[in-house]
């Protein structure tokens, strides 16, 4: 599970190299952030068990960051 939360760290770096090639600053800190934690977890050496909680707290504050941010800060569509 280890690997998994590496792994994580690898395709959030790409999407951060990406929006940060494309002028998209805020989304790229927030990717380099979570590049950064991905990869710190990944070498902390914890049971599975710690790993499927942390991931679906992680699942859960994004989901909700998500709904928030497209529902309330967006605004509807003209």
Known sequence: MARMFRMLGFWTLAIA???FAG?????ALLFFIQTAAFFLLGYLKF??????????????????GFTYW???EMGLPV
């Open 17 to 19: 190299l990406m929006s």
């Open 23 to 27: 002028d998209m600053y805020e989304m």
């Open 70 to 72: 497209s529902v309330f």
């Open 47 to 64: 049971t599975e068990r710690t790993y499927v909680f942390m991931f679906w707290g992680y699942m859960i504050i994004a989901f909700l």
